[in-house]
Nanobody, 123 residues
Framework: QVQLVESGGGLVQPGGSLRLSCAASGRIFSIDVMGWYRQAPGKQRELVATITSSGSTNYADSVKGRFTISRDNAKNTVYLQMNSLKPEDTAVYFC?????????????????WGQGTQVTVSS
């Protein structure tokens, strides 16, 4: 069973920083794109940033220049460094990954989500 476990959320003042981590575990064969999404109260889930297995990145315009996504392929882990945080960054942040794993001697590709971690930016 593949799982994504996030950590690193919390309460921070405007202008502060947080670093989120998301580790994938299970019978993993390979991981393609990994990413972070967020959902604020009353709003739809939106893309924050993605990174491919080769390191190509993509960011939402609202976080460009402030957030940095990275990954450690050996640890099956993706990170999100968030700097210059604003109150409008407050949301539940979800990790997402496109993972190929072993199931009964077969390779199966699926899209997986973490449970979410709360980020609150407030003074």
């Amino acid at each position: 069973q593949v799982q994504l476990v996030e950590s690193g959320g919390g309460l921070v003042q405007p202008g502060g920083s947080l670093r989120l981590s998301c580790a994938a575990s299970g019978r993993i064969f390979s991981i393609d794109v990994m990413g972070w999404y967020r959902q604020a109260p009353g709003k739809q889930r939106e893309l924050v940033a993605t990174i491919t297995s080769s390191g190509s990145t993509n960011y939402a315009d609202s976080v460009k220049g402030r957030f940095t996504i990275s990954r450690d392929n050996a640890k099956n882990t993706v990170y999100l460094q968030m700097n210059s945080l604003k109150p409008e960054d407050t949301a539940v942040y979800f990790c997402n990954a496109d993972i190929t794993s072993w199931r009964l001697a077969k390779l199966i590709e699926n899209d997986y989500w973490g449970q979410g971690t709360q980020v609150t930016v407030s003074s």
